[in-house]
């Protein structure tokens, strides 16, 4: 009896998708092939396989290019191999140490952009030292709808307008409140000048484009700030609040920063907290939906849960203490 097979279709070989992700990820055959340990000829060769295959070009190469990039296609192909290889990483990975006796185990979170690079990372790397049977693959997702099943998802963070009675599911719980204050880079404004109002009309204003949320949006600070008489240029907006981030610590002006996100930036000296008579509680936070099979990693998860629960509390002590919105 011949059976059906469960991925209908056909599927490129491994070893040219792999090329792919390595040229487009490194920008040059070369050192692709340095990476996958093969010669420069083979992972041409794989690349050209590919392409004929998919029927459409992935990537622009040579030329005057001076890297290999990715086409419109071959940016949605690289999205889905990457996170493909990633899975496969994991599950080798936990499958080996399980035949070794080391009983590791592994967690596939999810979390959008902001979240994971400025409040995530630095606190996944401190549980792994606390817990080095464990691993994490951090995943990014741009929505509110997660990919749980193509991730293996065990864990998601969601961005939410109300983290206190209303969350956005039963079983969501709350782990992150936002406080919303102006900071900047230490070199833009000095120290005896940070808590008057009136030195932040001398430079540049940053804000981060967020739907229905009054507290980043600078005409709400001009008015708790006593500035709206003021003439100020058109602030400067920009997606993401990483970005935001980056542009404040480059010193290109003030920016509307939500802690607990910047908290790092902040330690770091990287960014200081400007007029701290003022701060505004955010009208989103953060809330953590669990898999509805309740993951696959046994206690690894609720060790996870507890450490995030406890790095996020300060958070909604923060959001007590700030003035209200209107």
Known sequence: MTRTSPFPGHTPPLAALRAFEA???????????VELH???SAVSHQLRAL???????????G???RRAEVTEAGA????????????LATACR????????????GLNISANPSLASLWLAPRIGRFIELHPGIDVQVFLHASQDPAWSSQALDLAFLHTRDTGARLAAP????????????????????????????????????????????ETDWRTWRRHLGLEGEPVPEPLVLSGLSTVVAAAVAGVGIALGRAPLIDEELAAGRLVPLVPQYRLAGSWGYVMRMARDGGRAGAALPALVEFLVEEGRPSFEAHGRCLPLS
């Open 23 to 33: 040229v487009a990820r490194l920008g040059s055959l070369s050192r692709a092939a």
């Open 38 to 40: 093969v010669t420069k």
């Open 51 to 61: 392409e004929a295959d998919m029927g459409i070009a992935l990537l622009h190469r």
């Open 63 to 65: 030329g005057r290019l």
């Open 76 to 87: 949605d192909l690289l999205a889905s191999v990457q996170q493909a290889l990633a899975l």
């Open 94 to 105: 936990n499958t080996r140490a399980a035949a070794q006796g080391r009983g590791r185990l």
């Open 171 to 214: 079983g969501d719980l709350p782990v992150l409140a936002e406080t919303v204050l102006p900071v900047c880079s230490p070199a833009l404004i000095a120290p005896g000048q940070r808590d008057q109002p009136r030195a932040l009309l001398a430079h540049r204003w940053l804000e981060e484009k967020h739907v229905d949320s009054p």
